[in-house]
């Protein structure tokens, strides 16, 4: 499975579209590259990474604490 | 990976050199029961694991256990001194990556004068090769080894690609709560999504600690916060535990709900095998207490002679008789009386009249009998000799003073008067006059009764062995006996009542949890209203996204999850429709159905309409597992799983009947690139065999036949068994 279809099997879910993240049957065609619309994009996709790279659960966690601590 | 060949010698009934070559598709050896099939399988298992099923203790022992066992018979009986050597050798192409693989295991006993040595355990030799070369490099390190094991065969996957037929009912056991859960998380990816889902929970977690932290800096009553936060925690608390009790509840609830429909398809069986009994037992108590009447009744037959009068039967005319005599005789003694009474009258008379003409003792009686003694009367002075009238008449002057008036009682009182008694005897008679006329109503009045036992005592024997004979049948062919029944309907029953109190505590718990959670609102908005500065917007966003993080993992884990079972489902069925293809009567689509909310699926046959199908018998089931077990392997189809491992199974078609057996063959070569099947269904049956042979819809690489060297009667002789292999294509 590759972290694009581990990716789409999340976007899939209802949530985006309730939330206006995506619109109805746009993750289809998401891609891995495509810019991130919202902050919970970034952090699944470095929780898809973490999980797929055998990286531990903590380091996956820092890594999303510190881009979701940055105040922009 | 592709299993090429399997080498064996002197193994167990494998004496001498053997080698059986596979190629992709099924691959099928045939061979009676007893034949080898078995020991083939062990072969295979041996060389991997240093184990060997056995069939006595349906469980697996390692070669410590078995030692000379592992020795063909016959080569340890033809050896007379040395070491005799048994071995097996695998080998394992991997195309994809140019491999080959040699496993060899062995095991030698020792021959000395008869006496033999065994060695203490097997030993492993393993080597590998590259495809484009000759020769081999032996693989010494021991973590290589089990990696290259791993590769040939993972431990997850092991038990649904090698397996024993009478494993199958334990791949996927009913009883226990998570088998196709397992199988799902070993079989797919589920794994990553639980993964992902741990993280949002330590996230969301940390996050919301981060943020309560923030609100309670930024408090404008510090106290005040700290003590709802402690309120906030003590319910925190209390909701975890809650909701963990709500999981227990929910899961014994599933349990309980569960375990009641498994005993559901036995639970009419049982319900009648106790109608029965108890109809049964109410025949026994009606017969025992009828039975006690008739003995009663047949003991008061012979008192009856005597309490009823029955004894006098057929007296009625000595009655009669006797009637007539006593009237005869009572109207004869009443008229001697009436003689006798005028005869007393007569003598009285006279002595009356007597009396007036000379008193009483005049002349005295001395001198009368002095004048009898003398035959002489002093009044006349004339003789009056003896039995002259003079002489009588002195004698009756004499007799005059003894003389007094008679009645009629005197006469008689010395002669004792029968008649009292004769009346006596004729009032008895008079009054069981009476009895007779009824004796004969009551005795048959009293036979009609025993008649009436006796017929219904026999009617009950009749309906006692009638029932006891269905009570057998039942029992034959519902495999429960009376007490077995019984267990069964009240664990029913106990299941049944637990399921409803837990239905009753889960709805408590979750009323329980509503309120919680409405008090943990309240907090939240009066910790909110304490706030007097602001919390940084980062945060608030933070705590925003890793809450829809966690929302989002567990609703795609959920998803994912379910999508598989639905894909395991549709992959059952199509195997479980292609195996009964052959039998018109079977029919049923498997469900796999949820259990403990999500931790277990069971499959289930079902109709059309979604409804269970029960009764099923063990050929059914083991068909519904096998299809569930090539399922959650042609799920993967794509993956290389079903690719890379080779299926081996012996004797997997045994429970059932011979209309799957092609139907099996079909789908399993079409679900696994390799697999090596043992089987009997083709020993005999030579129609079955040719379509084995020639179906163009089995994907079919080698088959054999297996024989052994000598006749079933001789196989008591191991020291001569050995193992013949023909090709049959």
């Known amino acids: 499975m590759t972290k694009e279809e581990l990716l789409r099997s999340f976007l899939e879910d209802e949530l985006f579209v309730e939330k206006s993240y995506l619109k109805e049957g746009e993750y289809k065609n998401y891609r891995w590259a495509a810019p991130s619309k919202h902050k919970l994009f970034e952090v699944l996709k470095t929780s898809i990474e973490g999980e797929l790279s055998n990286e531990s659960p903590q380091i996956t966690e820092k890594k999303i604490n510190q881009f979701l601590n940055k105040q922009t | ?729």
């Open chain 2, 1 to 729: 990976m592709i299993l090429e060949s399997i080498e064996i010698a002197n193994f167990m009934c494998y004496a001498g050199s053997n080698k059986f070559e596979f190629t992709e598709g099924i691959n099928v050896i045939i061979g009676d029961n007893g034949y080898g099939k078995s020991k083939l399988f062990d072969a295979f298992y041996w060389v991997m694991y240093n184990e060997c099923f056995d069939t006595n203790k349906k469980k697996f022992q390692k070669s410590p256990f078995l030692k000379k066992l592992i020795v063909s018979d016959k080569a340890i009986s033809e050896t007379k001194e040395g070491i005799i050597t048994a071995s097996v050798i695998l080998t394992f192409k991997n195309l994809d990556k140019g491999n080959v693989y040699i496993l060899e295991r062995n095991y030698s006993v020792k021959k000395e004068d008869d006496i033999l040595i065994e060695d203490i355990d097997s030993k492993e030799v393993v080597w590998q090769k590259d495809l484009h070369y000759l020769t081999a490099k032996e693989v010494t390190d021991s973590e290589q080894i089990s990696r290259i094991k791993k590769t040939i065969l993972p431990d997850n996957i092991k038990p649904y690609m090698w397996f024993q037929g009478e494993q199958v009912e334990s791949i996927i056991d009913f009883n226990k709560t998570d088998t196709l859960t397992q199988a799902i998380n070993v079989l797919s990816n589920i794994t990553r999504y639980d993964h992902i889902k741990e993280i949002s929970e330590n996230l969301k977690e940390s996050t919301t600690k981060e943020f309560n932290k923030k609100q309670r800096d930024l408090s404008s009553d510090k106290d005040k916060s700290s003590n709802l936060e402690l309120q906030r925690n003590h319910i925190l608390d209390r909701l975890k535990e809650l909701q963990k009790q709500e999981l227990q509840i929910q899961d014994t609830k599933a349990t309980a709900e569960e375990k009641s429909e498994q005993l559901l398809n036995k639970i009419s069986d049982a319900q009648k095998i106790k109608e029965v009994e108890a109809k049964r037992k109410s025949i026994e108590k009606n017969l025992e207490e009828t039975q006690e009447e008739f003995t009663e009744e047949q003991k008061l037959l012979h008192k009856k002679l005597f309490t009823n009068k029955w004894v006098l039967k057929g007296t009625e005319k000595l009655f009669v008789e006797y009637s007539s005599l006593y009237n005869n005789y009572e109207q004869t003694k009443l008229k001697q009386e009436l003689t006798k009474q005028a005869r007393i009258e007569s003598e009285n008379q006279i002595m009356i009249e007597l009396h007036a003409r000379l008193p009483v003792d005049v002349p005295e009686p001395i001198h009368l009998e002095n004048m009898l003694s003398n035959e002489h009367c002093l009044v006349c002075d004339r003789e009056a000799p003896l039995g002259s009238d003079a002489y009588i008449k002195i004698k009756e002057l004499l007799d005059r003073s003894k003389t007094k008036v008679k009645s009629i009682e005197s006469e008689d009182s010395n002669i004792h008067d029968f008649g009292a008694d004769l009346r006596k005897l004729y009032q008895n008679g008079l009054g069981l006059s009476h009895n007779i006329k009824n004796i004969d109503d009551d005795i048959t009045s009293t036979f009609r009764r025993l008649r009436k036992l006796d017929k219904k005592r026999k009617t009950l024997t009749d309906d006692l062995n009638a029932i006891e004979s269905e009570i057998n049948s039942l029992i034959v062919d519902t495999a429960l006996n009376v007490h077995q029944a019984n267990d069964l309907l009240n664990q029913y029953n106990a299941q049944n009542e637990l399921a409803k109190r837990a239905i009753t505590q889960e709805n408590s718990t979750a009323n329980e949890i509503l309120k919680r959670k409405q008090e943990l609102q309240q907090l939240d908005i009066e910790l909110g209203r304490l706030v007097s500065g602001e919390i940084p917007a980062y945060l608030i966003e933070k705590l925003k996204v890793v809450e829809e993080f966690n929302t989002l993992a567990h609703s795609t884990r959920r998803r994912v999850f379910d999508s598989l079972v639905k894909i395991l489902e549709t992959e059952a069925n199509q195997h479980y429709q292609l195996m009964t293809q052959g039998n018109m009567s079977a029919r049923g689509i498997i469900k796999l159905k949820e259990l403990n909310s999500g931790k277990n699926y069971m499959p289930e046959l079902t109709d059309e309409n979604g409804n269970v199908l029960m009764q099923l018998n063990t050929g059914n089931i083991i068909l519904i597992k096998l299809a569930t077990i090539m399922a959650i392997i042609s799920a993967r189809q794509g993956s290389r799983d079903t690719d890379l491992y080779t299926l081996i199974t012996d004797a997997p078609m045994s429970v059932f009947g011979e209309d799957y057996t092609i139907g099996f063959c079909k789908t399993v070569s079409n679900v696994y690139r390799q697999s090596i099947i043992m089987s009997k269904e083709f020993y005999k049956n030579m129609e079955l065999r040719n379509q084995l042979l020639t179906n163009p819809d089995i994907k079919l690489g080698k088959v054999y036949l297996i024989t052994p060297s000598i006749p079933e009667n001789s196989r008591a002789n191991r020291n001569q068994l050995s193992t013949n292999i023909q090709a049959l294509n």
